[in-house]
């Protein structure tokens, strides 16, 4: 009960009130569970509007497990498990039918994901994408003005010879997220060309599933717990050396679990490679803004690995920005869930790229990088995408 967190918390500095910080939320959590407070709209707003960034977790002197704590509360509100005053129990955003069939038939579900891209590409091809943009709603406007082609995991081949079979040394597993196959495929292709490049082969089950993230921060974590069982199944492959994860925040939901094999993110994977195992790379003089995602900088605390790879590209011009700091608004599904907050979130964010006039931003997570891109002028890659051009 400190408030060391308070004014860390990027919701609570929109609104000023105490109920949408975390201590507030928390309070309100022990209120739930004690019975003294009942589960109605007011209340489960204020919850539900917390975009589990963790920045409260990362500077609490106490160690209070916050992002632990509102995972359970989202449960229980889902479940129905705290008394209400009426007879319809207020649900969290996520856990209403709508969404909860969005996430779990089309946003989690890497295929049925892909096939809408591919309709998405056909109706761009027929010129009339730009309906889809301007009618389709939230989902329309963060649409990119160019679809990335579809990646389709049985082009990479289940076992990928790598580049120079001479310098071969051993094979990772690939994992792409829901997104690998349409909105991230640039990234996925990049991934691929640099690990080749780097003398590993390069394994991208078709069997992989959602990461889970999304289930496990909306109210069902027992869907998630599944995920990634069947995850850990899939990746089990004795050879494999490591799992390599393209996504930040998919990166930080599968260490949930331990692996016999070891996952990392793809950054902190490259950075990590010795200096004497790369091929040359092609200078660039691009000015390159960085955003850190919040699973980058707090949940995998690899707040260098971006700028430590980038590096590696001569006359890059590196850019953090000083907003880093603060969540972007993205979160998930958040952003389509409370659109305004997120937009006011990614506010500050986009006035500083604007100041800095960058060539590109980078991101390591394609929802913030999506939901940054929909802002500005500016193209948003994910950072391999940079290496992957530097080697041609
Ligand atoms: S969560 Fe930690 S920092 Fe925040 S009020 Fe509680 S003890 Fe203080
Ligand atoms: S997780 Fe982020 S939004 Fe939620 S209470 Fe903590 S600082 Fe605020």
Not at 153 to 165: D, G, I, L, M, V
Request: net charge neutral.
């Amino acid at each position: 009960m400190c408030g060391i967190c308070v004014p860390h918390c990027p919701t609570f500095a929109l609104t000023q009130n105490e109920a949408d910080g975390p201590r507030g939320r928390i309070s309100l959590a022990l209120g739930l569970s004690s019975g003294q407070l009942t589960a109605d709209t007011p209340i489960v707003d204020h919850l539900d509007h917390c975009l589990s960034c963790l920045a409260c977790e990362s500077v609490c002197p106490s160690q209070v497990q916050y992002g632990s704590l509102i995972d359970d509360v989202r449960d229980a509100l889902a479940t129905g498990a705290f008394a209400t005053t009426t007879d319809q129990p207020a649900l969290p955003a996520a856990a209403q039918r709508h969404w909860a069939f969005l996430r779990n038939h089309l946003f989690s579900q890497r295929q049925a994901f892909g096939h809408l891209w591919s309709i998405l590409s056909f109706l761009e091809y027929l010129r009339i994408g730009g309906f889809i943009r301007a009618r389709g709603g939230r989902f329309g406007r963060t649409l990119p003005p160019e679809l990335p082609d579809r990646f389709h995991p049985s082009q990479a081949k289940t076992r990928q010879p790598a580049a120079n079979r001479h310098t071969a040394r051993k094979k990772v597993g690939l994992f792409i997220g829901c997104t690998g196959e349409s909105l991230n495929s640039d990234a996925v292709r990049a991934s691929i060309r640099v690990l080749q490049a780097l003398g590993y082969a390069v394994e991208t089950p078709k069997a992989q599933v959602c990461c889970g993230a999304m289930h496990q921060h909306g109210g069902d974590s027992a869907r998630a717990v599944q995920l990634r069982a069947e995850n850990r199944q899939v990746f089990s492959d004795p050879e494999l050396a490591a799992i390599i994860v393209i996504g930040s925040a998919c990166t930080a939901e599968l260490l949930r679990e331990p692996h016999s094999i070891p996952v990392l993110e793809i950054t902190e994977f490259l950075a990590g490679i010795p200096e004497a195992d790369w091929p040359a790379l092609q200078p660039n003089t691009a000015r390159v803004a960085i955003h850190l995602p919040c699973s980058q900088t707090r949940v995998l605390k690899q707040p260098g690995s971006t700028e430590r790879l980038l590096r590696k590209i001569p006359a890059l011009t590196l850019l953090p920005l000083a907003t880093n700091d603060r969540c972007c608004g993205a979160a998930g599904l958040h952003v389509l869930m409370y659109p305004e907050q997120a937009d006011a979130l990614r506010r500050p964010k986009l006035t500083e790229i604007d100041t800095l006039e960058p060539d590109f931003v980078v991101s390591a997570n394609i929802g913030c990088a999506t939901h940054i891109a929909a802002g500005l002028g500016v193209p948003v890659r994910h950072p391999v995408e940079l290496v992957a051009w530097a080697l041609d």
